[in-house]
């Protein structure tokens, strides 16, 4: 109506059309300046949560400058050139007639409308989607067994050089501690890559016969190194042949254990007693068998496959102290190690962790992902909402002369409010349908980082659509209750 009147009195379609532009400007501008403000007060919490230090300064940054004003040019002629142009170019007499209910000249700009918000909705399910899938894989990680025992294990940083033998002797020292189940020293722990280094099979027992003269001249594998007491600590189970023995002083000069992952790798028949040498700085090299096989432990984190590793006696390159506690009185247990620490290395710091925090941390970053999505998922169906809301609110205005005749005809509230819910929860499943998609390819492919996964299940799709329905059915219900407890006589009097 009002531009109606504006060109019934002389109006140009180009002040029709700058009218509309100016005032989609001034909106977005004003949305920019809440945007900056908004991210300005976010900015110190994503940081924190991201480990990164972004900032928001426009001194100095002439690209950020430019890009705001960018944004804010394109996207006030993407949303005011259709208004703009749609009633720059219709007649007066037919709008001033049509009113506010436009009838069929309407219908472009409902279905933009329509597409938008299924547009919207298509992506809050890709996030909602994307958000289970994430608390899946890091519950997924959290449950799954590791090979090892990870609860309770306190570990102490070891002095580089001079201090291992007092180490030593703390340890020992340790098992007179009834809070103490075991302790070891170790060349690195979980969670950590363990180092590539050179080993050799003389023997060649083995059924990769092309292989024979490479493996008995030397070849690289993971080693991890320690005390006799290593995988008794780690809590590692041995299904072959034995572990290392406190009491057998050729242990530390002849014996290693394979994981299981290096005897499929190296097809060794009968590993148990097969000759094995250490090269790796080793002069003259170390020359043993097998004397067991652990069954595999993920010593890294599930983002890789575990790998062959050799396990062999070798205190001299511990630069850790692992030390498995009782579940009661854990905090008065480090106290007491603390000061037995105290007494016997005076002058070296007593630093230590526990590993279970420490492999959880392994997985920060999908945590921190996890926590981003969700608010972004959030912040989507908020948007979402609002345009269906619009879209609601512009239906329910176009049909009100429908509702009216419907209540006089006898219809009851709740046959109203499904008449015009139907269409948008129809908008809402072509919403979900057109998600489901690329959502399973962006999950699927965010997986393949972990060797050790779950799956997007068909359920996940379920209860995101079910999400999605109900976050609909709510923005809408206020509209259609609002339009079917109308009266009637002001619905048919509507023009």
């Known amino acids: 109506r009002e531009v109606g009147l504006r060109k019934v009195l002389g109006a140009m379609k180009s002040n029709i059309f700058n009218q509309f532009m100016l005032e989609s400007f001034l909106l977005c501008l004003i949305a920019m300046f809440i945007a900056m403000i908004m991210v300005e007060l976010i900015l110190p919490g994503f940081n924190q949560l991201t480990g990164k230090d972004l900032s928001l300064s426009l001194s100095g940054n002439p690209v950020l400058i430019v890009s705001l004003i960018l944004i804010t040019l394109i996207v006030s002629f993407v949303a005011g050139s259709y208004p703009s142009l749609y009633l720059a170019r219709m007649e007066p007499m037919r709008i001033l007639r049509a009113g506010t209910s436009a009838g069929k000249a309407n219908k472009p700009a409902l279905y933009l409308r329509r597409i938008l918000v299924i547009s919207q909705f298509s992506i809050s399910v890709i996030l909602i989607i994307g958000t289970i899938t994430v608390y ?54 979980p969670g950590q890559r363990m180092p590539f280094l050179t080993v050799a099979l003389p023997d060649a027992n083995t059924s990769r016969a092309e292989d024979a003269a490479s493996l008995s001249e030397g070849f690289g594998m993971r080693v991890l190194s320690g005390d006799a007491d290593l995988l008794n600590t780690l809590g590692v189970n041995i299904i072959e042949g034995r572990d290392f023995q406190r009491d057998r002083q050729s242990d530390e000069q002849d014996a290693f254990i394979l994981n299981e992952a290096a005897v499929e790798w190296l097809e060794l028949k009968d590993p148990v007693g097969t000759r094995f040498d250490y090269l790796y700085n080793m002069d003259p090299p170390k020359e043993g068998k097998i004397i067991g096989v652990a069954e595999n432990f993920h010593y890294a984190s599930l983002h890789n496959e575990v790998e062959p590793i050799m396990i062999h006696v070798y205190p001299y390159y511990s630069r850790y102290l692992i030390i498995r506690l009782q ?90 409010v499904k008449a015009l819910s139907v269409e948008f929860m129809i908008l809402v499943l072509i919403s979900n349908i057109i998600a489901w998609v690329p959502a399973y390819l962006l999950m699927q492919d965010w997986l393949e980082d972990f060797a050790y996964r779950t799956r997007v299940g068909f359920w996940v799709f379920v209860i995101a659509t079910l999400v999605s329905f109900i976050i609909a059915f709510v923005t809408i219900s206020f509209q259609s209750l609002k339009a079917a407890r109308a009266n009637p006589v002001n619905a048919i009097k509507y023009e």
């Open 136 to 189: 899946r894989q890091l519950n997924y990680i959290q449950q799954k067994s590791l090979g090892f025992e990870k609860e309770h294990l306190m570990v102490v940083s070891v002095p580089a050089y001079g201090y291992r033998d007092r180490v030593a002797s703390f340890k020992d020292d340790l098992s007179a501690d009834p809070s103490v189940i075991n302790s070891s020293m170790v060349s690195g722990i």
């Open 327 to 416: 579940t009661e009185q854990i905090s008065t247990s480090v106290k007491h190690i603390e000061q037995k620490w105290a007494e016997t290395l005076p002058e070296a710091p007593f630093s230590y962790f526990f590993l279970d925090t420490f492999y959880d941390n392994l997985y920060r970053s999908e945590g921190n992902m996890g926590t981003i999505i969700t608010y972004f998922a959030i912040l989507a169906i908020i948007i979402a909402c609002l345009g269906l809301f619009g879209l609601a609110s512009f239906i329910t205005e176009q049909r009100t002369k429908e509702i009216g005749i419907r209540k006089i005809l006898g219809a009851s509230m709740g046959s109203i």
